[in-house]
């Protein structure tokens, strides 16, 4: 019955409109009431205690790196040098959009921002050469999704902070799957591109490889940054996130020179409203994680799964496709901070390593960014591109079915991912 009433008034309320975060406050609110233990002033504590952490100060300073990237230069240049190394094979600008996507990924972490800034580069050059255009947005939408998993990511930040883990591990652990991604996504691509007929463009030079290395060197030395510090302990995720903001907003300003002043003013505002949107869902969020516990609802999905308790890959393979479904119609950040704290009992119950748990779960959740019918990222692309959301949805099939295919694949040889991330972590 607490699991109905919690989730029957969230979905009620969601299906009248609301938006999430207050959605999240109402059921939280309704679930009190049902627990005969409502409280203004425990509401109230809840939601302050929920934005009161030191690690969510890395999400502002992501967001505002992000957006001086893309106003800077930074991406720009990501994109001209992978156009210059692999633009000349056929489909080509397929796997440019491809590497610029693991490339940025590395800058920024919002898949947002990095597919807004692929989708304007790239999509109209794609049409141009004679890519169907469906097909490319789908391919610039499922690449742009690898930004949540390679570090820096805002979605590791979000879950590190909400299950209570290492975020720096998070970080670590991410590198090889979001690249396993982005390959899986370019033989994908390479399938798809043997049956059209586009004639690549040329290949570059030696000379302009090597201006365009030179270009974007001090761009590409940023996730460099980030992740030797990270792995060095020389800072940690936060003050990465401070390093990276800093460094973006002095190369774009000093170096490419092509931030001005008056722009940043607004670079600050977009920045800022972004966060406010994820900050107050994190505190709404903590609300309802407190009351979960309070009234054991992970114990009851522990109880429900009991089945699949004692084979750890059945137990997985049953949650991807929970998530997988939740993902189809909420957002990336809500779906953590809502299933974080039922879902995290259940894993440690199981002996499942939590990090291990963290990747495989963001990177279901970084899915359902291209999933319909809510596909926040797949929206973006058809905004962009200027084309109907089913056509998007129709490119994007083969790509997404592919990514897929490598969450699972990540279920059944774990060591995909905790191999790696103990290498890093060492």
Not at 28 to 52: E, K
Not at 117 to 141: E, V
Not at 203 to 212: D, V, W, Y
């Amino acid at each position: 019955m607490t699991v109905f009433i919690f989730l029957g008034s969230l979905l009620a309320v969601m299906a009248l409109g609301v938006p999430i975060a207050y959605s999240l406050l109402l059921s939280g609110v309704a679930l009190m009431w049902h627990l005969d233990m409502f409280d203004a002033q425990i509401l109230a504590q809840n939601v302050i205690n929920g934005a009161d952490s030191f690690p969510l100060l890395a999400v502002p300073f992501f967001m505002l790196a992000g957006e001086i990237m893309n106003v800077g230069g930074l991406s720009r240049r990501i994109v001209r040098l992978a156009l210059t190394l692999v633009g000349h094979r056929r489909g080509g600008l397929g796997f440019v959009a491809i590497l610029a996507a693991c490339l940025l990924a590395a800058l920024s972490g919002s898949a947002v921002a990095d597919t807004a800034a692929l989708a304007s580069l790239l999509l109209p050059m794609m049409a141009a050469a004679g890519h169907d255009k469906a097909r490319a947005g789908g391919l610039i939408a499922s690449a742009g999704i690898i930004a949540p998993v390679i570090p820096p990511s805002i979605a590791f930040v979000v879950f590190g902070v909400a299950a209570n883990v290492s975020i720096s591990k998070l970080f670590l652990a991410g590198i090889v799957p979001g690249l396993l991604m982005g390959a899986s996504i370019a033989t994908a691509w390479w399938f798809v591109a043997k049956r059209e007929r586009v004639v690549p463009p040329p290949r570059a030079t030696s000379a302009e490889k090597l201006r365009a290395l030179k270009d974007s060197t001090w761009a590409l030395l940023l996730p460099v940054i980030v992740v030797a510090g990270l792995k060095m302990g020389v800072f940690t995720p936060t003050e990465a996130a401070v390093v990276a903001a800093v460094y973006a907003l002095l190369v774009s300003t000093l170096v490419y020179r092509e931030l001005s002043w008056r722009q940043l003013h607004d670079v600050f505002v977009s920045a800022a409203k972004t966060t406010a949107v994820i900050m107050f869902l994190v505190a709404a969020a903590m609300v309802s994680a407190w009351l979960i516990t309070v009234a054991d609802i992970p114990g009851k999905v522990i109880e429900l799964l009991q089945p699949f308790m004692g084979n750890q890959t059945l137990l997985l393979i049953a949650i991807m496709v929970l998530v997988m479904a939740v993902g189809t119609a909420m957002d990336m950040t809500p779906t953590i901070l809502i299933m974080t704290p039922v879902l995290m009992p259940v894993v440690k119950a199981a002996g499942i390593d939590p990090i291990y748990f963290g990747v495989l779960f963001i990177i279901n959740n970084a899915i359902g960014l291209i999933t319909p019918p809510v596909g926040t990222v797949l929206n973006v692309v058809a905004g962009v591109g200027r084309l109907k959301m089913d056509q998007v949805t129709r490119g994007v099939l083969p790509f997404m079915a592919a990514e897929f295919g490598v969450l699972f694949l990540m279920v059944l040889c774990p060591w995909l991912v905790t191999g790696p991330a103990k290498w890093f972590a060492h």
